[in-house]
C-alpha cells in the first residue's frame, strides 16, 4: 500500500480550538486547558484511504496577531489547510474570509481549503450559521464540516475530506520523483456533520 505525506496546515484566529481539533484527530483526547500555541506546533497521523496510507504532516499554527506573518511559512507546500472558526463567534468566520483571500495569494493554487466550524456542541449560543458558512464553502469549493473537539463529533471528517480531494497517484504523470501535482477537485454535494 502506498504512503504518501502530506503537509496540512491549521488557520484561524486565537481560542477557535485548533489545537483541539489537532489532539482529537491524533490523540483522541481533549483538555479544556490546553495552553495557547506559540508560533507552530506538529504531529502527525497516518489514516488509510482506499488502497493508500495518508501519512498528515499537521502544523497547527498560533492564531494571535503577532505569529501571523510567520503563517505563510506554514502552508507554504501544503496539500490542505483547515481554516477553523468558532461558530459561537461571528468575528471567526469574518477572519476565516481573509484567511482565504491571503491563501489564494501565497499557497500553491490548487491547495484543498476546508472550513471547519468548531464548538458545534454549543449549538444553543451559535451565532455563525451553518447554512451561511456552507453556502461560502461551497462559493469557494473548500470542504465544509462542523466539529466538536470536546464531544468527539466529526474528528475523522476533516482527513476524510480531505483525502477524498487529493487526486490519487494514478491520477497525475510522473513529477520525477518531486512528489504530486495537486488539482482542483470537482465540487462534490457537501453534507451537514453536526
Not at 31 to 48: E, H, L
Not at 58 to 86: C, H, K, N
Not at 157 to 171: G, N
Not at 172 to 191: D, M
Request: proline share 6%; hydrophobic share 35%.
Amino acid at each position: 500500500m502506498a504512503l504518501r505525506e502530506l503537509k496540512v496546515c491549521l488557520l484561524g484566529d486565537p481560542g477557535v480550538g485548533k489545537s483541539s481539533i489537532v489532539w482529537r484527530f491524533v490523540e483522541d483526547s481533549f483538555d479544556p486547558n490546553i495552553n495557547p500555541t506559540v508560533g507552530a506546533s506538529f504531529m502527525t497521523k497516518t489514516v488509510q484511504y482506499q488502497n493508500e496510507l495518508h501519512k498528515f504532516l499537521i502544523w497547527d499554527t498560533a492564531g494571535q496577531e503577532r505569529f501571523r506573518a510567520l503563517a505563510p511559512m506554514y502552508y507554504r507546500g501544503s496539500a490542505a489547510a483547515i481554516i477553523v472558526y468558532d461558530i459561537t463567534k461571528e468575528e471567526t468566520f469574518s477572519t476565516l474570509k481573509n484567511w482565504v483571500k491571503e491563501l489564494r495569494q501565497h499557497s500553491p493554487p490548487n491547495i484543498v481549503v476546508a472550513s471547519a466550524g468548531n464548538k458545534c456542541d454549543l449549538i444553543d449560543v451559535r451565532e455563525v450559521m451553518e447554512r451561511d458558512t456552507k453556502d461560502y464553502a461551497d462559493s469557494i469549493h473548500a470542504v465544509f464540516v462542523e466539529t466538536s473537539a470536546k464531544n468527539a463529533i466529526n474528528k475523522n471528517e476533516l482527513a476524510i475530506e480531505i483525502s477524498r480531494r487529493i487526486p490519487s497517484t494514478d491520477a497525475s504523470p510522473p513529477s520525477g520523483g518531486k512528489g504530486f501535482k495537486l488539482r482542483r477537485q470537482p465540487s462534490e454535494p457537501k453534507r451537514s456533520y453536526c
